[in-house]
């Protein structure tokens, strides 16, 4: 019997919720403010089947474009063939999450405008510029010997089987 092509097809393990994550949603889920311009993590809910985005933007991050009374509008790229696309998608509020991809930026940002006026102040220059790691100082070893470990047989005849 061929297998199906619809529109689920292949998602029993994609849609399925945790271990011990099962049962009723949050009221936080509903509770949540979104606003247009909001960097949100799209992960379907499978206890929500009605505004449930297509299994190919699961686990995908967008850009929020358009807010309805139970669903927002979602900008993703998605890659078709060797082109870039941006599509637009409508999907339940229970199939979003906040996403935290931009909290390590802003973090950053604002760690750097502090070190910028703790240095206008003092009348110093900071440099704020990331660097790639440097390679650690090499060394040698001082007074190192080898140890040589071998078994020590065993003799079931002569030790016997302990039950």
């Given amino acids: 019997m061929p297998n199906g092509h619809g529109i689920r097809a292949r998602t029993r393990d994609l849609f399925s919720k945790g271990f011990r994550k099962k049962g009723v949603i949050a009221l936080s889920t509903y509770l949540r403010s979104y606003k247009v311009g909001d960097y949100v993590d799209i992960k379907c809910d499978p206890a929500v089947q009605k505004g449930m ?6 686990g995908r991050t967008g850009v929020i474009w358009n807010i309805s009374k139970r669903s927002v509008g979602v900008e993703i790229n998605k890659q078709v063939g060797i082109r ?5 998608i409508h999907c339940r509020v229970e199939h979003v999450a ?6 390590e930026f802003l973090n950053r940002r604002n760690a750097n405008d502090e070190k910028k006026k703790a240095a206008k102040a003092a009348g110093q220059k ?7 790691a440097v390679p650690r100082d090499g060394f040698t070893l001082e007074a190192f010997t080898a140890d040589t470990i071998t078994a020590i047989p065993y003799d079931i005849v002569r030790e016997g089987v302990k039950m």
């Fill in 84 to 88: 870039v696309l941006k599509k637009r």
């Fill in 53 to 58: 985005p297509y299994k190919v933007y699961h």
């Fill in 126 to 132: 900071v440099v704020t510029k990331r660097y790639p």
């Fill in 98 to 103: 906040p996403s935290r991809c931009r909290e």
